[in-house]
């Protein structure tokens, strides 16, 4: 079985291959048969094309461009083919008696076999996979184990290395640098990040004969034959079963976008089951759309992809909406060639064809793309307003029984706060938000109902709850406890800070309260002169849900270094809406610097910083996320930073903070959108510095117009440091500030 978005292709024997869809929660339907002229034992899809394995009958290519309407579209002689997996235009096969046969299919009515190498294996119908990841080939051969290969040049792949397995190999899945083995006796894992020397990490026993395995996130879903489907949470120290989902014998399995498919056999009942898991594995943009909202403002949202890799990797891209209807809108797959990085401009306008809608973005892929948006106000020639939204891990989705705090919030004459949540699982159940003060009075509280993949935002949170103006408000935000399955990811929570005046909103993530002693690292404090004009200040929100306790703040700048003592109540928010002249008022002028908060006893804190340009109409402003200094990037490591550009309307600044006590060595390099070098330099950083070039691509000569660019931060000695950039719409100042990812 293969699964692609909502759609399961079945591989089914005389009957050639099944192509069912999905619609959410439980519907599976069958859609099409499309016969083939041999014993259909197995399927790969990539995009519009499906290569089923149709035993003597070779290779056969499919178009399944109109899943209702699939047609043979070519064919590949083989003496007995028994396993497929495909990768865009490559396919790779297992024949009996021939050995792994490697072709191109890019002409799908004329595919050309490329390469025959031997398969040490024993090679039998239904004992052996494969399945393509990162460059590299796996396979599983019943008798003989693990098998990878290097398929960097497709044409010709390479033999790296035959691993033995405990019992019987039937099955495998890769996630990342581990590879999951169904066997006899459970799920053998091993760690390939040196392929051509793999490592066992353990084994899990289950309890019947593991014939199929799939991951998605934190768990392995186990197809344990007469056990019924098993979900190991893989995250845990030690792998822990966590329940049984299905108790009819469950041979194969594979997953979709949002659900895990199971076929199985009881008593000669060939039947599919369908286990729903949510956004597992997905990366997740929570706040996206195509509306135009309050204000006279018409917002839109660009998407940017970026892929670190030494391989393309195919993406689906699922809008998860504010409404859900059925049926769901259709997935949208792109391809991101290896180091390079793909701008989706007004994404759901453009990729997904829609309108006056909001709500958010899944990216799954194999490996995970790098994904970071922005969402802004286009006021056409006027310039833009907007917000930096960044992606998130599924596995970080807040779980039922979390709680988890959304800050800071306004409501005044300037200011409105809006407060979103986004679905990311299959079930429906109740969020429960609290608005607090800033002293830590309870404004007020309600429930509100999400049903399954789908998003709500309630404008102006604060004023639903008092008339009041509030300045340093905040949301404490949960679901209920008792969802099944257990510890399954559920939502996203945000915070989006609209200046009335200028419709820039700023974006604020929630967080979880960290319960233990941690600094908090600011890479941009500033009160300065910038410019075109621009007026910066730098606000922080400190918030402290335990204990009263004081807070250290240092701050390291252009005319020194400074430390300023706050005392932070239990249970309450400190808000600074500029934070050099209310801590530091001793310096004069201009002042450019980092800070570091440290509490002195007790649990951690909670911080948001927003650096904005102050203009006489109105703020523009971005969200500057504080990070533990632990998080940052160390010596040796690198960080990429997508989305960057340099034209009439924009230009990008880029800056490095060190933490350490000496001075920091990087190498900056800058690439076009295609992975093209533009500049390289080498920098020093000073102890506990900061270090910021305007206009980054002017400076480095970088001539003409770059419309699409990233740059790459390798830390060579003394870090950790705090790589950003921060991309600033020249007509209105307002800028979008870009996180270092690794």
């Not at 800050?407 to 299959?426: D, E, K, T």
Request: aromatic share 10%.
């Amino acid at each position: 079985m293969a699964a692609a978005g909502n759609r399961l292709y079945v591989a089914a024997g005389e009957a050639g291959l099944a192509v069912f869809d999905f619609q959410p929660p439980s519907t599976l339907s069958l859609t099409a048969m499309l016969d083939t002229p041999g014993l259909a034992v197995d399927v790969s899809v990539s995009g519009t094309l499906a290569l089923i394995a149709d035993g003597t009958a070779g290779l056969q290519v499919a178009d399944v461009s109109d899943p209702a309407q699939p047609r043979l579209a070519g064919n590949l002689p083989l003496a007995n083919a028994a396993a497929v997996a495909l990768d865009g235009t490559h396919a790779y096969a297992i024949s009996i008696g021939e050995g792994l046969i490697a072709a191109d299919v890019s002409d799908p009515s004329h595919p050309i076999r490329t390469a025959l190498l031997p398969w040490g294996g024993t090679a039998t119908n239904g004992g052996v996979t494969l399945h393509v990841a990162g460059g590299h080939l796996f396979g599983t051969d019943l008798y003989t184990g693990l098998w990878i290969y290097d398929v960097a040049d497709p044409a010709q792949p390479a033999l790296l290395s035959n691993t033995p397995t405990y019992g019987l190999a039937w099955d495998l899945a890769v996630s990342g640098s581990r590879v999951f083995i169904a066997a006899d006796f459970g799920i053998q894992i091993f760690d390939v990040s040196d392929s051509a020397a793999p490592s066992e990490l353990g084994h899990f026993p289950l309890p019947g004969t593991a014939y199929g395995v799939v991951v998605r996130g934190d768990y392995a879903y186990v197809a344990d034959y007469w056990a019924g489907l098993r979900v190991v949470n893989i995250a845990a120290a030690a792998f822990e079963s966590g329940y049984t989902f299905t108790s009819a014998n469950a041979f194969f399995i594979a997953s979709g976008n949002r659900q895990v498919f199971v076929a199985t056999n009881f008593r000669d009942s060939k039947t599919i089951d369908v286990l729903a898991i949510g956004g597992c594995g997905a990366q997740i943009i929570p706040a996206a759309a195509h509306k135009d909202g309050a204000g006279g403002t018409h917002w839109r949202t660009d998407l940017i992809l970026f892929n670190p890799t030494s391989s393309g990797v195919q993406a689906e891209l699922d809008f998860i909406q504010y409404v859900y209807g059925q049926p769901p809108f259709p997935t949208v797959s792109v391809t991101v060639p290896s180091g390079a990085e793909m701008r989706l401009d007004d994404v759901l306008g453009t990729s997904f064809g829609l309108s006056e809608v909001y709500g958010g973005i899944a990216v799954e892929s194999e490996p995970s793309l790098m994904c970071s948006s922005r969402t802004y106000t286009d006021g056409g020639d006027a310039g833009t307003a907007g917000q930096s939204v960044p992606s998130f891990s599924s596995d970080d989705a807040v779980r039922a029984g979390e709680e988890v705090y959304v800050f800071p919030l306004a409501r005044n004459a300037a200011y409105r706060s809006n407060l979103g949540v986004v679905n990311i699982s299959n079930q429906q159940y109740w969020v429960d938000v609290k608005i607090f003060d800033h002293f830590g009075n309870l404004l007020g509280e309600d429930s509100y109902y999400i049903l399954p993949w789908a998003a709500f935002q309630k404008s102006d949170i604060v004023g639903l709850f008092t008339p009041d103006d509030q300045e340093g408000a905040f949301a404490v935000v949960s679901a209920a406890f008792d969802l099944t399955p257990p510890d399954v990811p559920l939502f996203f929570a945000y915070g989006s800070v609209v200046d009335n005046r200028t419709g820039d909103p700023v974006f604020y993530p929630a967080q979880r309260f960290p319960y233990t002693v941690r600094a908090s690292f600011l890479p941009v404090c500033a009160r300065a002169q910038g410019a075109y004009g621009a007026s910066w200040k730098t606000e922080l929100a400190v918030l402290n849900f335990s204990m009263g306790l004081e807070v250290d703040l240092a701050y390291y700048s252009s005319q020194g270094s400074f430390t300023s003592p706050s005392y932070i109540s239990s249970g309450s928010l400190a808000l600074s809406q500029d934070v050099v002249s209310q801590y530091f008022p001793s310096i004069q002028g201009d002042a450019r610097g980092t800070l570091l908060l440290t509490p002195r006893v007790g649990s951690g804190i909670a911080a948001a910083a927003r650096v904005y340009n102050d203009t006489p109409a109105g703020t523009y402003g971005q969200s500057v996320p504080p990070e533990d200094p632990n998080e940052l990037l160390q010596d040796g490591e690198t960080g990429f930073l997508p989305g960057l550009l340099k034209t009439a309307a924009y230009r990008t600044n880029l800056g490095f903070s060190g933490v350490g006590a000496d001075a920091a060595h990087i190498r900056l390099t800058l690439k076009d959108a295609a992975g093209g070098p533009l500049a390289d330099k080498i920098f020093d950083v000073g102890p506990e510095g900061n270090f910021q070039m305007d206009d980054v691509f002017t400076a480095l000569g970088v001539a003409g117009d770059i419309p699409d660019a990233y740059a790459v931060v390798e830390v060579l000695l003394n870090g950790p440091v705090y790589a950003y950039a921060s991309v600033i719409d020249n007509r209105t100042g307002d800028g979008v500030f870009v996180l270092a990812q690794k």
